[in-house]
């Protein structure tokens, strides 16, 4: 079946720093993905929309220059959390959806990325 | 207001009874989708069961089954013969429309915690 990588699983960085996550589909080509956000035992709650060759579309409240995307191909997409606070600890997940896929097409998920930020 | 709502914060059942979990929905988009996952404690997010809102027929997936009742608004996923490994968080999420480079975004609902009982 249809593979997201997602990586690191953990990271652990000082506050200042700052960490990039990748996100990439195997075995796809995925021209739209997704980055969630998750508390927990909460809800995701959706980032941005990375689009290959343009630039990101972010949800209200997300900030931009905080959290920059790239989607510079059509099988990678990259979320960088840039000056990292403690209160950017979560988890971050990220989220492709096949080019071929039809309607019904579940999105294929990472296995998320846990940041922790001291 | 809110799109998808689920109303259980935590269900307990005892092993190989079945279980169901709730879920509303909110839109006036004639055209949606609705989506169960499964994600235990690793985080990963399981694709378990899609109904599309021109769907005649409830979906079901093995022991997954999806009760879809279109004018109340109501998606509820139903667990059949539940196993110890049915244990996790379970969301129900909504893909609204047909396309545009936002397509396949998901809505998540809060979640239900999912407790299995020997």
């Known amino acids: 079946g249809a593979v997201v990588s997602q990586h690191p699983s953990r990271v652990i960085c000082k506050s200042g720093t700052s960490v990039k996550i990748e996100c990439r589909s195997l075995?796809?080509?995925?021209?739209?993905m997704f980055w969630y956000r998750q508390f927990p035992k909460q809800s995701l709650m959706l980032m941005a929309t990375?689009?290959?060759?343009?630039?990101?579309?972010?949800e209200q409240g997300v900030e931009k220059d905080k959290f920059l995307i790239n989607h510079a191909s059509l099988t990678l997409s990259t979320l960088t959390v840039t000056s990292a606070h403690p209160e950017d600890s979560s988890f971050y997940i990220c989220?492709?959806?096949?080019?071929?896929?039809?309607?019904?097409?579940?999105?294929?998920f990472g296995n998320g990325t846990r940041l922790t930020v001291t | 207001a809110q799109k998808i709502t689920q109303t259980q914060p935590g269900m307990f059942v005892q092993e190989k009874e079945a279980v169901t979990l709730d879920c509303t929905y909110d839109?006036?988009?004639?055209?949606?989708?609705l989506f169960w996952y499964k994600q235990p404690s690793s985080g990963e997010m399981i694709f378990l069961i899609y109904?599309?809102?021109?769907?005649?027929q409830n979906a079901t997936e093995g022991r997954y089954s999806l009760n879809f009742q279109k004018a109340r608004k109501s998606a509820n996923l139903v667990i059949s013969a539940s196993q110890l490994g049915d244990s996790a968080m379970y969301f129900c999420?909504?893909?609204?429309?047909?396309?545009?480079?936002?397509?396949?975004?998901?809505?998540f609902g809060q979640g239900t915690i999912l407790t299995v009982h020997p």
């Open positions: 990375s689009n290959e060759g343009s630039k990101a579309t972010y």
């Open positions: 075995d796809f080509q995925a021209t739209t």
């Open positions: 109904q599309g809102s021109y769907d005649q």
């Open positions: 999420a909504m893909r609204e429309g047909q396309g545009g480079t936002s397509y396949g975004k998901l809505t």
């Open positions: 989220s492709a959806r096949d080019i071929m896929g039809q309607g019904g097409s579940p999105l294929h």
């Open positions: 839109t006036s988009d004639p055209s949606y989708g």
